[in-house]
């Protein structure tokens, strides 16, 4: 017998949220946090259960009271026999769909007792190196953790205080000498910063600078030839197209909880490799439940940052199994399989 992935029986959803204390506090150009606030979404139908967690994402206006309202609303609808790809008629992107969209995958996988992968048509999955993060602080802090973590392949760091922001790179680059770098500016740098520690970052090694510029104001990247290759993170959202990013950047940062869901992601995937551009999967600061349906898109993707579980004091039990900064592939019962 065919069975019409796409179909949905009646469901029962429900939506609550979740606090993670982190193990220290995480700061970037934007602010600070000391602990990871998620919502998780359930779906349940004919005797099977499915998950989905997402972050609500300040940056875009989102919080977790209004997300949790907006899943509450759009459950009314599938009280009736719906299709999951309603979902994306129903809800804007963002973090609420991102939560429903998983749970319907992760049922799915529970009553077809397949996995996403083969449900989502994506290739299996392997054991993959994950970026950690080094969190914005003074040069000497951020080179005593850069330290703690030389052992780890691929550092991201965060950066976007320009005055002292070559003085915190050198540091790092001193501290894991044998280390990948990724470095993630959030915004926080002017053209003319770009242009002063590009270079600094190719003296270091490093192989990526995520979002340098402010989101509306990078059209002047068009025309710039950067020393090492730029990613498009807080750039890619809304209306803005892949053609447009194509001509500024040469990699996408790809995050379920921006983009609305594992669905919409794994299309604009494709979206992403057709114009010629690099996938980065990231992530919110989140637990191993946020970071599996991501992780399904890694086969994908050039880099890899899904260290949200590295950042909590304690992740949800049958977690992401993360050995020296690669994720182990195990069937885990949590999301994504039968």
Not at 5 to 19: C, F, Q, V
Not at 161 to 170: F, G, K, Q, S, Y
Not at 175 to 181: E, G, K, S, V
Not at 284 to 298: E, N, W, Y
Request: aromatic share 6%; glycine share 8%.
């Amino acid at each position: 017998m065919h069975f019409d992935h796409d179909a949905l029986p009646p469901l029962t959803i429900d939506i609550g949220m979740e606090s993670f204390t982190l193990l220290r506090p995480f700061r970037i150009s934007r602010g600070s946090k000391t602990k990871a606030d998620v919502i998780v979404a359930t779906v349940q139908a004919e005797g099977h259960q499915g998950l989905g967690e997402a972050v609500p994402y300040p940056r875009y206006g989102e919080t977790i009271a209004q997300s949790v309202e907006d899943v509450r609303k759009v459950a009314r609808t599938f009280v009736q026999p719906m299709r999951h790809s309603d979902l994306e008629q129903l809800m804007p992107a963002g973090a609420a769909r991102n939560a429903l969209d998983c749970a319907l995958w992760d049922w799915k996988a529970k009553k077809t007792g397949q996995t996403v992968s083969d449900l989502a048509g994506l290739p299996p999955l392997a054991d993959v190196i994950t970026a950690f993060t080094i969190s914005l602080d003074r040069s000497d802090i951020m080179a005593q953790q850069a330290a703690k973590a030389a052992h780890m392949p691929l550092l991201k760091i965060k950066l976007g205080d320009a005055p002292h922001d070559a003085e915190r790179l050198r540091a790092i680059h001193k501290a894991a000498p044998n280390a990948r770098l990724i470095v993630d500016a959030n915004e926080g740098w002017t053209f003319d910063a770009l242009q002063e520690l590009a270079p600094v970052a190719a003296a270091c090694g490093v192989e990526l600078i995520e979002q340098p510029l402010p989101a509306g104001e990078d059209g002047i990247l068009e025309g710039y030839h950067a020393p090492v290759p730029l990613c498009a993170d807080e750039s890619f959202h809304g209306t803005i197209s892949i053609a447009t990013l194509a001509k500024r950047y040469s990699a996408v940062n790809i995050k379920l909880d921006k983009i609305g869901g594992l669905s919409a992601a794994i299309r604009q995937c494709r979206t992403v490799q057709s114009a010629g551009m690099d996938i980065f999967i990231g992530c919110m600061v989140g637990s191993s439940l946020a970071m599996m349906p991501a992780l399904h898109l890694s086969p994908l993707a050039r880099w890899v940052d899904l260290d949200g579980p590295l950042l909590l004091a304690k992740d949800r039990a049958n977690g992401l199994t993360i050995e020296d900064g690669v994720i182990k592939v195990s069937r885990s019962g949590l999301w994504g399989f039968p």
